[in-house]
Every structure is written in C-alpha cells, then in structure tokens.
C-alpha cells in the first residue's frame, strides 16, 4: 500500500515542531538548574578554561601580554568587618620609597585595627565573594645603596580558592624569556618590574609583572604583594625560629651578601630550626645541581613552613593583637595593592584550607629549555603548552565545597 505524500509531510512537520518543542524545554529547563546552581556554587572565574584548550589545543595563538579584558578582583569582604582607622602610608625600602607610576591609585596601606570586644573568632569568618583570589607573590633582589627599580628573583602566585578549600602555589624562575608587551622586547621575567618602570606603566612595575604573566600563563591575576630581604626578616623575627628539613647537606661558598660581596654558608641534612638570617640564605642560595628550579622548591618549602609557623602560634587569629605592630615593621620594605585589611582577612582565609589541599609546582626544565641568550646569559625559553598544562593542572580544581 503506497503511503500519500500529503500523509508523509504532515508527519515530518509534526516531528520537526516536536524537536523544536523538545529542546525549548530542554535549554529552559537546564538554564533554570544552572542558575540554580550558580546560586549556590558560583563558577570559578580564576581559569579560563576555553583559553586554555584553545592554547593546548593549538587552535588559537597566545596573546600578547595586557591585551585582554580586565577582570575586576574579587573583593576580600568578611564578616564582621576589622575596622581601619588610619591613613594610608607610602610603601618604601630602607627609608626609601618603592618607585611607582604617579597614575596608579591602589587601595591604601593601614597600620592600625580595631578588634571587637568579642574578639575574632576564625569560624565566624565568610567570604561574601567565594571566588578564587589570585595574588602574585614577588621578592626584589634589592642590595645596599641602591634605590631602584629592582628585579623581582622570586616570582610565585598564589591562588585561594575558598568555595572548594583549596589553594594552589605556582613557581616562575627568574630566568623564564618573555615578550614585554607595550614595546614587544624580549627579556628576562625577573626584568618585568624594571621595564614597567622603566615605560611608566600606569601602576608602575608590580602591576607590568601582573600584565606579563597574565599573558603567559591565562590567568587573572587579582592582586600583588612585593617585599625585600629586610620585610621577610622582620617578619619571621617577629614569629619566631622556622623549622626547614634540607634533604642533603647544602655547601656555598660564594653566597652573595647584601653589597655585592660573598660568604661561605652551609646547611646539614635533616630538620633543624632556622632564625630568619639563615632561613633567608636557605631561601636564597642557590648552590645546588639544578640551581634556581631547587631553590624555587626551598622558597615553596619555607612558604608552607612558615604557614606551620603561624598555625602553631594560633594562627591569623592567634597573632591579630600584635598584627599592626608586625606590619609596621614590615611595611617599611614592602608594597601592595591591598589594604591592611584584606591581607589580614587573606590570611584567615589561608588559614582555612587544610595543607594537603594545597597544590604547589614550577615551571621546571620540563616545561622550558634552558638556552643562552642574545647577550651570552642563561636563559629559559617556555614551552608554552607544557606550561599551559602546568598551569590547568594546578588552577583547574572543582569549586564543589569541601569539608
């Protein structure tokens, strides 16, 4: 029996009205839960994850350092609010102040707080925006006499995630060869800070170190912390002997000092307490087979001992009567883009995440290949997709609650 034509094409209407119908709902229906669960998980904004796959994927070229959209950092707002009742105060070393550009307008430094009667109580504490704040941490190479600007030897960011409880720790080596955006010369990254200054950046040199990472590695970077070697003594004076464990006995005898001359130091093998002079030079030396990559593996090793530090003396909360007096010794060799308060609310934030959620790595000899520069000096020329892989790695984490 022949079939009309007529009959076939009402049912093929019928069928493509009933897709139509079907996938209206559907899109309405999966909107509606995505928003829903947005509400209650916000989706992470510290990765993006296309970017990233397009990269991996060779599908797209990476960007030139800066041109992308800005992205406004997530404020650092928690309840109950530590009241700051001084003025701002110019962020300076030795005496001297840190060069920035004159257009920049960062939050201000504060020096004093006021608690609650109550006190502060860690539990209490709830970020009113849960998404993942990403701060670079930098330390200048800065040595008697000089006035700057200095380059930046020790180049980490740092990425909280408090929604998932969760953080992450990424190593830069200095010697890392970039494309400087702006004037599109290649350099060493560690130079960042002095080519900002250099071209009067608009926010000076913290904020083209910002710009040059952002474009090499995909992510927003929300905020900067930038300090010398008198800041990361006087901070750790002030909590006290920190506890590192070499894995193998540490010999050099040419350890630069802080005027361009040398001095032997050493270090046996095994866990031993540290005052901050000789925790700065187990940061600092270098005098091992792999050079910066192992001393990059020590300063992430000093970070997470100093963290047990702090823990041990009670924490953020435990410290916050004598916070205004340690940041009035520190701020003197320190600058950033964060009042006093966020970074005591940062660090009650850190305090949360449980070390083992904790990530941390380097860009290593996997992901650059070590090469002599234009001018005869050591240099690392990145792979960008290995680093892109590092990068997703340790960046790309669930933002599902953790307990």
Not at 54 to 72: W, Y
Not at 102 to 119: H, K, Q
Not at 130 to 158: H, K, S, W
Request: hydrophobic residues 40%; aromatic residues 6%; glycine residues 8%.
């Amino acid at each position: 029996m022949r079939i009309p034509l007529w009959v076939i094409m009402v049912w093929v209407i019928v069928a493509m009205v009933g897709t139509v119908a079907a996938g209206v709902v559907t899109y309405s229906q999966a909107r509606t839960r995505t928003e829903e669960l947005n509400e209650i998980a916000p989706l992470e904004e510290g990765v993006d994850v296309v970017r990233v796959a397009q990269l991996l994927l060779g599908l797209k070229e990476p960007e030139a350092p800066g041109t992308g959209t800005d992205v406004t950092p997530p404020p650092i707002i928690i309840q109950p609010t530590v009241q700051v009742t001084s003025d701002a105060t110019t962020p300076a070393v030795d005496g001297t102040p840190i060069p920035t550009d004159s257009t920049a307008t960062p939050d201000p430094v504060s020096t004093e707080v006021a608690t609650t009667e109550a006190g502060l109580n860690p539990i209490d504490y709830q970020l009113a925006d849960p998404r993942r704040v990403n701060i670079l941490l930098l330390g200048i190479d800065q040595r008697q006499g000089e006035t700057g600007p200095f380059p930046t030897d020790t180049i980490m960011l740092l990425s909280l995630n408090p929604l998932a409880k969760t953080g992450a720790i990424l190593s830069i080596p200095r010697d890392l060869y970039v494309t400087f955006p702006s004037i599109g010369s290649e350099g060493k990254i560690n130079t960042a800070n002095i080519v900002g200054e250099s071209i009067q950046y608009p926010g000076g040199g913290p904020e083209y170190v910002k710009q040059v990472i952002q474009g090499l590695i995909g992510i927003n970077i929300d905020y900067y912390i930038m300090i010398n070697f008198d800041a990361f003594i006087t901070f750790v004076n002030a909590i006290g002997e920190v506890e590192v464990c070499p894995p193998a006995p540490i010999d050099d005898p040419k350890y630069p000092d802080g005027s361009y001359g040398i001095r032997p130091v050493h270090f046996d093998a095994g866990c031993q307490n540290l005052p901050a002079e000789r925790l700065l030079e187990y940061a600092r030396t270098r005098a091992t087979e792999k050079g910066d990559i192992d001393r990059a593996a020590r300063q992430q090793e000093v970070i997470f001992a100093v963290r047990e530090k702090l823990m041990s003396l009670g924490g953020a909360t435990g410290l916050f009567s004598e916070a205004q007096t340690i940041w009035e010794s520190v701020s003197a060799n320190a600058q950033t883009d964060m009042t006093f308060q966020e970074l005591l609310e940062l660090a009650l934030v850190a305090e949360q995440i449980p070390r083992e959620n904790i990530k941390n790595g380097s860009i290593t000899y996997g992901e650059a290949i070590p090469q002599v520069g234009p001018n005869g000096e050591d240099i690392l020329v990145p792979i960008v997709s290995d680093i892109l892989a590092l990068v997703t790695e340790l960046f790309a984490t669930s933002t599902t609650p953790q307990p």
